[in-house]
């Protein structure tokens, strides 16, 4: 219960300090939050003191929902209504992921079997079964997410012969586990999307009361391949937690010869209390056939982001292509600190890996 309390006054706090600028409130029950007397006093003096002088200007807060308490095992199911921890936004769970995470900051025993994948790097470790979840974005929020340098965490690969030619699904996100605090809510159509109600129905008899449609159930399954999220690595450098998720999109021939895609999501987090700022990249990427590609810039999508106790993550996406069906890609961002001084955090090594069956492109984004 003071785990549950503890993140949803660090979510409000983050709102009543400028990080979230939607207009969300909440109101917290005892008997449905399980949490006790003094902490619900406090939330709910919380958010009396978000609703006045105190709001972000020109925003009116309403109560959307009403807070559950955190799934600490097991998974949410379909339809699942939630705020992302991190950055705020209303969003709902279409399906789960049962992804490996190699977290190089969790030591493993000499006598497991390591995974040696991602050999760059001095570090072994060995891949643990995490939960993932595909989830809607909000519309109301999208505007708001100042954390993210876009709200696509989905792209793929035209259906022609140009390679080059990447197409973006909007409001579609990968949410790990520990991202979601579940909410429940009596609104039938509580989250603006356009796939809202083409994926699920609303049935009052059901907990939660979105059910998944033969629609959701179909795409899901004729476009597993190019949606599917197996591997995710993370590694911290002074306070600061780089993970990876990347992701095979397939291969495309030009000027007679292959070219295999990769889309990588990243998300850097400060951990400290101390303000930083990124200033460079540093990729390598190896491919299969034998190249080294060095790739070096400011920022990273034009972006330099500043990561404090208020806003402590950014996350954006990207994409990668080769001449060659694997390879590894990992390096270093450069953060500044408030006096000048610079340090490196390295990117986790991860591969670049093709699946053995050819994807065909996305099949029913015709809406």
Known sequence: AACVARRCLSFLGRYRRGAVQSSLGFEL????????????????????????????????LEPVGVFEVPKQQGKYETGQLFLHSVFGYRGIVLFPWQARLYDRDVASPVSEKVDTSA?????????????????????????????????????????????RALYAIPGLDYVSHEDILPYNSTDQVPIQHELFERFLSFDQTKVPPFLARETLRA??????????????????TENIRVTVIPFYMGMREAQNSHVYWWRYCIRLENLGVEVVQLRERHWRIFSLSGTLETVRGRGVVGREPVLSKEQPA???????SLQASSGHMWGTFRFERPDGSHFDVRIPPFSLESNKDEKTPPSGLHW
């Open 219 to 236: 795409w899901q399954e004729k476009n597993h391949p190019w949606l599917e999220l197996s591997d995710v690595h993370r590694e911290t």
């Open 119 to 163: 050999a760059h790097g001095s570090k072994e470790v060995k891949g643990k079964t995490h939960t993932y979840y595909q989830v809607l974005i909000d519309a109301r929020d999208c505007p708001h997410i100042s954390q993210r340098s876009q709200t696509e965490a989905v792209t793929f690969l035209a259906n022609h012969d140009d390679s």
């Open 29 to 60: 029950r005892p008997a449905e939050t399980v949490l006790s007397r003094s902490v619900c006093v406090c939330c709910l003096q919380q958010k009396r003191t978000l609703t006045s002088r105190n709001r972000p200007e020109g925003k009116v």
């Open 314 to 320: 950014f996350q954006y996406s990207s994409h990668v």
